[in-house]
């Protein structure tokens, strides 16, 4: 199976910082991915050269066969590759409809259309009931679930979210484990950034981890999670005896 | 969203009876300067109330609609009417031009840009001879008749115009509000980022904006030029000016279609009682009152005077 994104070799330093050392893998059509790894592992860095929001210093990017490295954002969404924010970023004086109103503008032209395929995203994510409140006025949960549904709304073949999940209470978070578990139902490929194992373990296909900057482990949530390598990052070298 | 029937009969309504309860020609000079001004605030609304790019430099586009129907005229003969159109076209491609570079700066740092570029066209035209320079231009006085765009026996002519502005500028923005572009420039004003994050081209939204708000404002700078017959730098490029565009938007409610002809309502009738009130010497004190009514803008009602009414609303109990 040929993949729909692949990273090649990418790197990206900040002075002298190396935030991505060659970072290689890719991701299925179909997958969902979990990119895994400690606070300042690069993870972030990384979302934001695959989808354009900073320029890689060397590597390449290819989505659906085709080099898109140094492709801008806004290109990149109309490719199909769209990501969400580990800081959650809403229109915050716009109501929850006009939010989504805006990712489905991309793929249609009318206002009237767009407004039809909103209300089927809020809907699909369960925030109909909500859909006329401002999005400053939705709790946190909303809002991140509204940043899903706005970049659901530009229907994506692939979708980036960044700590989707992170300041979710548990039942939140089953709430959104299961709306990504319909997502790729629905033929959307997932990359989820988190540094919340528990989450991910259950969820992923395949997890790559990052540690300082380069990938460290790319196996299924099983193989990695009993990796030496991975243990070390994340609790340190005295666990590896007792896992 | 509701459709916008109402406001627009009151509108016409209320245009068509102002000029028979106020015959005399002063009160029709101050109703031709708050349509006039109600047109300029809602040419920046579009840019700065949507779009979220607050220019403090606006009275350049007004300066080049003025200057260039007027040279046409004078050195070429053409009729205001198409030096209108060639001073709104070179009034867009200037935005374009100097939205290019501008348009990579953020908040303040865009708006102190404005500021400095409105400052240099100010003093280029002051010292360009070639059209005027300190002395500024008259216009040729012409017989009176729409074609020439000069009206001598009454002011009527030039209210009935000025409506026809701001009808022209609210038209514009009414079809912004309601397509794709309207939408665009408010997700860039909330958040240009996740703008990006869902395809929208920001650089590209933001030029559209600021090619239709200068292509209006220098419109209304031809509209200047032919009803007081004579321009010169500091009437038509001076900083106080594109403070008062601004401002009409802003007192009124930016981002708001009828925002601008409710600020331009107060700030006029403000304007020209300070003019009485301090004759020649009151030239500081309308910048006094300017920057006083923007303090108290931005402490008490961001959203303007058309916020008012929903800060209201929400204060009175919600009917069930």
């Not at chain 1, 528990?198 to 099983?222: F, K, S």
């Not at chain 2, 609609?65 to 867009?92: D, F, H, I, N, Q």
């Not at chain 2, 009935?160 to 609210?170: E, N, P, Q, T």
Request: hydrophobic share 50%; aromatic share 8%.
């Amino acid at each position: 199976m040929t993949a729909l994104l692949e990273i090649e070799g990418l790197t990206k330093h900040f002075g002298g910082v190396l935030a991505n050392d060659n970072v290689s893998f890719g991701v299925a059509e179909g997958e969902i991915l979990g990119l895994l790894g400690p606070n300042g592992a690069g993870k972030t860095t990384l979302f934001n050269c695959i989808t354009g929001f900073l320029p890689p210093d060397r590597g390449r990017v290819r989505f659906a066969g085709v080099d898109v490295t140094g492709r801008s954002a806004s290109r990149l969404a109309r490719d199909g590759l769209v990501r969400t924010f580990q800081i959650v970023r809403v229109f915050p004086d716009l109501s929850a409809l006009e939010n989504v109103v805006i990712g489905a503008l991309l793929r249609h032209g009318r206002v009237s259309a767009a407004r039809r395929r909103a209300l089927e995203v809020l809907e699909d994510v369960g925030l109909a009931a909500r859909s006329n409140v401002r999005a400053r006025d939705l709790t946190t949960a909303e809002r991140k679930r509204l940043e899903v549904a706005r970049a659901l709304a530009t229907d994506p073949r692939a979708l980036l979210l960044d700590e989707a999940m992170s300041g979710l209470n548990p039942r939140e978070v089953a709430e959104a484990v299961a709306l990504v578990r319909r997502l790729r139902e629905g033929g959307v490929t997932i990359v989820l950034v988190e540094h919340v194992l528990e989450v991910v373990m259950p969820l992923a296909d395949r997890v790559v981890v990052l540690q300082e900057g380069r990938a460290i482990a790319d196996a299924t949530p099983a193989a990695v999670s009993r990796d030496p390598a991975v243990i070390e990052a994340y609790l340190g070298p005295q666990f590896i005896e007792r896992a | 969203m509701p459709r916008p029937g109402l406001p627009v009969i009151a509108l016409v309504a209320a245009a068509l009876v102002y000029p028979l309860v106020f015959g005399s020609p002063a009160a029709i000079n101050v109703g031709v300067l708050i349509l006039l001004f109600a047109a300029l605030g809602t040419a920046w609304n579009l840019l700065g109330g949507y779009a979220g790019q607050i220019s403090f430099g606006h009275a350049v586009f007004f300066g080049i609609g003025a200057y260039t129907s007027t040279v046409l005229l004078k050195e070429a003969g053409l009729s205001p009417w198409l030096g209108m159109l060639a001073g709104a076209a070179l009034a867009a491609l200037a935005a374009v031009l100097l939205g290019v570079p501008t348009f990579r700066l953020a908040g303040h740092y865009f708006a102190i840009a404005t500021i400095v570029i409105g400052e240099i066209a100010h003093t280029v035209v002051r010292n360009l001879d070639a059209i005027g320079g300190a002395r500024g231009l008259f216009l040729p006085i012409l017989p009176t008749s729409l074609v020439n765009y000069q009206f001598h026996n009454s002011r009527l002519p030039y209210y009935g115009i000025a409506f026809g502005l701001y009808a022209l500028a609210l038209a514009a923005t009414l079809m912004v509000e309601r397509r794709r572009i309207g939408y665009y420039l408010r997700a860039i004003r909330e958040d240009p980022t996740a703008s990006r994050s869902v395809g929208v081209s920001v650089l590209q939204y933001k030029l559209a904006a600021a090619a239709l708000s200068a292509a209006l404002t220098a419109i209304c700078g031809t509209f200047y030029a032919q009803y007081v017959l004579f321009i010169d730098s500091d009437s038509v490029f001076p900083l106080s000016l594109s403070i008062l565009i601004a401002l009409t938007a802003i007192l009124g409610g930016a981002g708001r279609a009828y925002g601008p002809l409710l600020g331009a309502g107060v700030l006029v009738p403000l304007s020209e009682i300070t003019r009485i009130a301090f004759g020649g010497t009151g030239r500081g004190a309308d910048l006094v009152i300017y920057g006083a009514l923007i303090v108290l803008i931005s402490v008490a009602q961001p959203g303007g005077i058309a916020a008012l009414g929903d800060a209201l609303r929400r204060r009175l109990p919600q009917p069930a």
